[in-house]
Every structure is written in C-alpha cells, then in structure tokens.
C-alpha cells in the first residue's frame, strides 16, 4: 500500500472571460500605467529592452508591490472616489443652471425681436411665468471712433458717390433725348394725378379703381372687367301708375370723355348708391308688416291711400319719365333722407367699432342692420296723419264758427317741424346734422291742444308714430288736461286718457264730446238753460221741463253742426251749419234755438 500513488484530480482550469473584456484591460492600464496619456510608443519600447536586458524582475517587483499598495487603498480610494464624484456632479449642476438660467435671459431677451425663434429655446417656466417680450435691449451710445476711421470712411463714402454721380451723368447724357420727349407727357400724367390727390381724397377706401395713362399722357378711370356701368337711386312717387314725381338726373353726364376729377365723383356717387340699395334690400325684409315689398328690382312702400313710393336703382343715362301732375319734392327730400343716414349709419358702425369689445359669450350677438328704410315710413305716415287730423279739426272750427260757437286750437309741438334744428335755433353744442338726424330716427309725436266751445274743458291730443312694437303704426292719445264742468256731465266721467287706433275712431269721439260740450253751452244760457233738462248724460238731447216732447238734439258730423227741434203742435226742424254758413244767413246757434223755442 506504501507503493500506491496518490493523484489529485481538479477540474481543468478555465480562463475567466472577464479578464479579456475592454472594460477589464482598460481598467487594469489604468491601474498600472496611470491613464492612457501616459503611455506612449517609445516608454512600450523601453520597457521592452529592459524586459530583455534581465530587469523584468524588477518590473514585476515593482508592479506587484504596487498592486499590493492598491489593494491596500482599495476602501481609501473609493471614498475619495465617491467624494469626487460627487463634487463634480455638483459642479456640473451648477454649471448646467447657470448655463440655463443664461439661455433663459437671452431668449427673453431676443423675444422682443424674434418670438418665434425665442419660444423654441426658453425653459416652460420661463414661458409661462414671465411675458413675452418684457426685456428688451437697444445700443445707448455707439462705440468711440477714432478720428483716422472716421476720416477713412468719409473718403470711402466720397469715393462712392462720385462714382455714382459720374455713371448718372453719363446716363442722363445718353437718355437726354429720350426724356425730353417724355417730359410733355409725365407733366400732363402729374398734373391730373394732383388734381385728384388735391380735390378728391375722400374717394380713397370707397373703392379700388386703377388709373391707367393714355398714349398722350392723360389718364382715365379702369374699373375692371367685371364693371358694368355706373348706377344711381332713382326714387319715384306713383299714382295708379301715373308718375307724379322723381328725384333729379345725374349733375355728371354719361361720358368717358370727361376730366378725371368729374369722373371720380361719378364713380364715388354710383358705389354709394349701389350699397345703398343693397342695405335698403336687406332692411325691406323685416318691414312687410308696414307693406313694404320689393317686386322685381324695386323697393315698395305706400305713401297716402292711392299712391305709392317706388325705389329702384338704374343706369346713370337711364332716361326719365314724362311727370303728370305733380313735382318732385316728395321724391327729392325722400332721396336726399336716404343717403344722409347711410352716412349716418358708417359713421355709427365706426363709433361701435372703436369701442372695447363686449364680453365673449355663447350666443353670438344679433346681425345689424342699416335704419335707412323704417324712418322714411314713419315720417311718412306721421305727416299723413298729422295732415288728416288737422283737416278734422279746420272742418269742425269752420262750422262751430259759423254757429257763432267758440273753438280754437294750438299745435304746441312736432317731430316734423325743422325749424328748431337751423343754425340760427340751435343752443346746445350738438351740431345741426346730429340734430337733424335725432330727429329723422326717433319715433315722430306731435300735440295739439283743443279748446271746446263751452271754455270749461281743454284736451291735449298726441299723435305717436312707430312702426315697431306696441304701436306699429300710429296711435291717437286724447287726454283731459283741465275741466271744470260737473262731475255728473258724461266728458267728467269720460276717462282721463283714451286712444284711438285711426283717424275715424278719433273723429267719432271728438263729435261726440263736441255736442256733449254745446248742449252744456245751451244749457248755461241764463235765459234758456233753466228751462231745460238733458235726457240723459250720454245724449246731446234736451227736453223742456214739464213738456216732454219738446226736444233738441245737437249733432256734430262730417256735414257740419246740426240741430233738431221737434214739439206738440209743430212740424220737425232741422238746421245745418256747413263749412261757410249759408243756409241760415249767418245766425248762431243760439238764434236758431230761440226761433224754434218762440
């Protein structure tokens, strides 16, 4: 057993892949060479010749003693290790955010001047903290120069300009010829281009036109191939369709021929009349309720009861057709009114424009519309009906005056009177066309005051005009402004305010209250009035006392003042007092109520 052999056996030995690794061999050169800086081609080569010259012992003395002097200060140099990486994170960190915090400053600096480019490098913060745009940089004073540069670059500049100035002059020289012939027309182009500039500025922005030069130097009006001539407002007043009246031609004739100045106002009056009619279009579609309709290419709306008002855009040579009996003042005031509050109205939309914005909300606000035809109907209607009231009344103070019958009226004030608005009337510092126009779009009230026959009653009549809610037309409004007369007469028991939709209701009443208001006249008569009574306080009817069938009955109407007598013994009477009184010679009521009592 002694001679027995003794084997160890072990696994074969692998090499440690590690080892072979870039990361392993760059970290072991490190370790054992200092860095890569250090080693160079000619320190490998020396090593070399010492390795063969017998010092590889040394070497590796040396290497292994240094190795063991690493391990020794593994633990020390991973905390320096440790340490130094941490100070130089921190000192990156603070580079990175002064760096930043600079990158900041010089994009909100350059905000001001290039937006776009600074909102692609300023940090979020930055952006959503401070305004855009709210540093900004400018050169206070330039840099000093000294006086050797200065003069170098006056010389330089010098140099230039004569440079310049000689090739101009040998151009001008060369082309003298030429302009010579050109002067005659630019001064002939110049002069009618100043003459527009001087006289005509207010046609800038009204409309795009270009002037072209002729061969002669002359320039005309191109409007483009889509123009198809020039329009205007043609306003008629129509009878059953017989032409009563129509606004005035044209002050410009129809032709191409004309100076450039004349053309211009030509051009300026047809675009202000085409977007006249267009808005006058627009608005005719709220106001059929007051019938007013467009048949065709005409805008339509009634003037008295058998004519109408017709307005309609035509060419500007269109000619007119022949007037029968009538004038065109209707037509040349409804015309005039039209334009004047389009000019009205720009000006309105300028003011509403240059005020701050209302709130954003989630309706939309309504679509605007020009107030160019609603004033003319009004006005229209309001005089129509001023005129008819002031007929009703002129009638019935003919016949009470021929009834020897006091009666009196006094219009105290009208929208349509226009003389409080002239120059010499005005007080207030508003201007006489804003005077004007407050007047044409305001809804139009007239008063009259009426003055009964008996003294004792006085009533106040407004007439109101509006096409839009409640009116919708015109209302009259009777009131009772002072009475005196007993509180069991049938007016003091009457309503302090009443209103009346038209002119027959109107005229209904007011006869009616009249003859109310003459029996009460008959009545007071000291030597008449004690003999009689009134049938009752709704009736215009006296009756004697003690003799029912003695009567008179006082009626007003559309023929005059009438009284009725009827009694025993006696045939009915009956006598009528007309606008001049000719049936009865000239006498009063009160004589022909004698002669009937006697």
Same mark, same amino acid.
Not at 105 to 110: G, P, T
Not at 128 to 135: E, L, N, Q, R
């Given at each position: 057993?002694?001679?027995?052999?003794?084997?160890?056996?072990?696994?074969?030995?692998?090499?440690?892949?590690?080892?072979?690794?870039?990361?392993?061999?760059?970290?072991?050169?490190?370790?054992?060479?200092?860095?890569?800086?250090?080693?160079?081609?000619?320190?490998?080569?020396?090593?070399?010749?010492?390795?063969?010259?017998?010092?590889?012992?040394?070497?590796?003395?040396?290497?292994?003693?240094?190795?063991?002097?690493?391990?020794?200060?593994?633990?020390?140099?991973?905390?320096?290790?440790?340490?130094?990486?941490?100070?130089?994170?921190?000192?990156?960190?603070?580079?990175?955010?002064?760096?930043?915090?600079?990158?900041d400053?010089?994009?909100?600096?350059?905000s001001?001047?290039?937006?776009?480019?600074?909102?692609?490098?300023?940090?979020?913060?930055?952006?959503?903290?401070?305004?855009?745009?709210?540093?900004?940089?400018?050169?206070?004073q330039?840099?000093?120069?000294?006086?050797?540069?200065k003069?170098?670059e006056?010389?330089?500049g010098?140099?230039?300009?004569?440079?310049?100035?000689?090739?101009?002059?040998?151009?001008?020289?060369?082309?003298?010829?030429?302009?010579?012939?050109?002067?005659?027309?630019?001064?002939?182009?110049?002069?009618?281009?100043?003459?527009?500039?001087?006289?005509?500025?207010?046609?800038?922005?009204?409309?795009?036109?270009?002037?072209?030069?002729?061969?002669?130097?002359?320039?005309?009006?191109?409007?483009?191939?889509?123009?198809?001539?020039?329009?205007?407002?043609?306003?008629?007043?129509?009878?059953?369709?017989?032409?009563?009246?129509?606004?005035?031609?044209?002050?410009?004739?129809?032709d191409?021929?004309?100076?450039?100045?004349?053309?211009?106002?030509?051009?300026?009056?047809s675009?202000?009349?085409?977007?006249?009619?267009?808005?006058?279009?627009?608005?005719?579609?709220?106001?059929?309720?007051?019938?007013?309709?467009?048949?065709?290419?005409?805008?339509?709306?009634?003037?008295?009861?058998?004519?109408?008002?017709?307005?309609?855009?035509?060419? /500007?040579?269109?000619?007119?057709?022949?007037?029968?009996? &009538?004038? +065109? =003042? @209707?037509s040349? $005031?409804?015309?005039?009114?039209?334009r004047?509050?389009?000019?009205?109205?720009?000006?309105?939309?300028?003011?509403?424009?240059?005020?701050?914005?209302?709130?954003?909300?989630?309706?939309?606000?309504?679509?605007?519309?020009?107030?160019?035809?609603?004033?003319?109907?009004?006005?229209?209607?309001?005089?129509?009906?001023?005129?008819?009231?002031?007929?009703?009344l002129?009638?019935?103070?003919?016949?009470?005056?021929?009834?020897?019958?006091?009666f009196?009226?006094?219009?105290?004030?009208?929208?349509?009177?226009?003389?409080?608005?002239?120059?010499?009337?005005?007080?207030?510092?508003?201007?006489?066309?804003?005077?004007?126009?407050?007047?044409?779009?305001?809804?139009?009230?007239?008063?009259?005051?009426?003055?009964?026959?008996s003294?004792?009653?006085?009533?106040?009549?407004? /007439?109101?005009?509006?096409?839009?809610?409640p009116?919708? &037309?015109? +209302? =009259? @409004?009777?009131? $009772?402004?002072?009475?005196?007369?007993?509180?069991?007469?049938?007016?003091?028991?009457?309503?302090?305010?009443?209103?009346f939709?038209?002119?027959?209701?109107?005229?209904?009443h007011?006869?009616?209250?009249?003859?109310?208001?003459?029996?009460?006249?008959?009545?007071?008569?000291?030597?008449f009035?004690?003999?009689?009574?009134?049938?009752?306080?709704?009736?215009?009817?006296?009756?004697?006392?003690?003799?029912?069938?003695?009567?008179?009955?006082?009626?007003?109407?559309?023929?005059?003042?009438?009284?009725?007598?009827?009694?025993?013994?006696?045939?009915?009477?009956?006598?009528?007092?007309?606008?001049?009184?000719?049936?009865?010679?000239?006498?009063?009521?009160?004589?022909?109520?004698?002669?009937?009592?006697?």
């Open positions: 057993m002694a001679d027995q052999l003794s084997i160890s056996l072990r696994a074969w030995p692998q090499q440690d892949k590690t080892k072979e690794s870039l990361p392993y061999l760059i970290a072991r050169i490190n370790d054992q060479k200092g860095s890569f800086r250090n080693v160079t081609e000619a320190s490998l080569e020396e090593e070399i010749r010492a390795a063969e010259a017998g010092e590889a012992s040394k070497v590796e003395t040396a290497e292994d003693k240094e190795l063991i002097e690493d391990g020794q200060d593994a633990k020390m140099k991973g905390d320096e290790l440790s340490k130094a990486r941490e100070e130089i994170i921190k000192q990156i960190s603070a580079a990175h955010t002064a760096s930043s915090h600079a990158l400053f010089v994009s909100l600096l350059l001001k001047h290039a937006p776009k480019a600074a909102e692609a490098t300023i940090s979020p913060f930055v952006k959503h903290t401070v305004p855009m745009g709210s540093i900004g940089a400018e050169i206070m330039e840099p000093n120069r000294s006086e050797a540069e003069t170098t006056e010389m330089v010098l140099g230039w300009r004569m440079q310049s100035l000689t090739r101009s002059a040998d151009s001008l020289l060369r082309s003298a010829s030429r302009l010579e012939q050109e002067i005659g027309r630019e001064t002939t182009h110049w002069q009618q281009v100043l003459a527009v500039k001087e006289t005509h500025a207010e046609f800038r922005d009204r409309g795009l036109a270009a002037l072209r030069r002729n061969q002669d130097g002359s320039i005309r009006l191109d409007r483009g191939p889509r123009w198809q001539g020039d329009k205007k407002l043609r306003v008629r007043l129509l009878q059953k369709g017989k032409l009563l009246g129509t606004n005035e031609q044209s002050t410009v004739p129809n191409d021929d004309l100076p450039l100045p004349q053309l211009l106002v030509r051009a300026r009056n675009l202000f009349d085409e977007e006249l009619y267009h808005e006058m279009n627009r608005e005719s579609r709220n106001l059929m309720n007051q019938e007013v309709c467009c048949i065709g290419d005409a805008i339509r709306f009634p003037f008295n009861n058998d004519s109408h008002v017709e307005v309609d855009l035509v060419a /500007i040579d269109e000619e007119q057709g022949a007037l029968q009996d &009538g004038d +065109s =003042f @209707i040349e $005031t409804i015309a005039m009114t039209l004047i509050l389009l000019s009205y109205a720009h000006r309105e939309n300028l003011n509403r424009r240059s005020q701050p914005p209302a709130p954003i909300a989630e309706t939309s606000p309504p679509q605007r519309f020009c107030s160019l035809l609603r004033p003319i109907p009004e006005i229209l209607q309001h005089d129509s009906a001023v005129k008819a009231t002031r007929t009703l002129t009638r019935l103070k003919r016949a009470l005056t021929a009834a020897n019958l006091p009196s009226t006094e219009e105290l004030s009208s929208s349509l009177d226009f003389s409080e608005i002239s120059p010499t009337a005005q007080k207030t510092q508003i201007s006489t066309i804003d005077t004007l126009l407050n007047h044409l779009v305001r809804p139009h009230t007239s008063h009259i005051t009426l003055h009964l026959p003294n004792h009653i006085t009533f106040k009549l407004s /007439i109101n005009t509006s096409i839009f809610p009116t919708f &037309g015109t +209302s =009259f @409004i009777l009131s $009772t402004v002072s009475s005196s007369t007993s509180s069991d007469s049938a007016i003091a028991k009457m309503p302090q305010m009443l209103q939709p038209t002119v027959d209701k109107l005229q209904k007011l006869f009616h209250v009249v003859a109310l208001d003459i029996t009460s006249v008959l009545l007071a008569t000291p030597d009035g004690a003999a009689w009574i009134m049938v009752s306080p709704y009736q215009a009817e006296l009756v004697r006392k003690g003799k029912r069938r003695d009567k008179i009955a006082v009626g007003v109407g559309g023929e005059g003042v009438r009284v009725e007598w009827s009694g025993d013994g006696k045939e009915t009477a009956s006598y009528v007092w007309l606008e001049p009184a000719e049936e009865v010679g000239g006498k009063g009521l009160m004589d022909v109520v004698r002669e009937f009592v006697l």
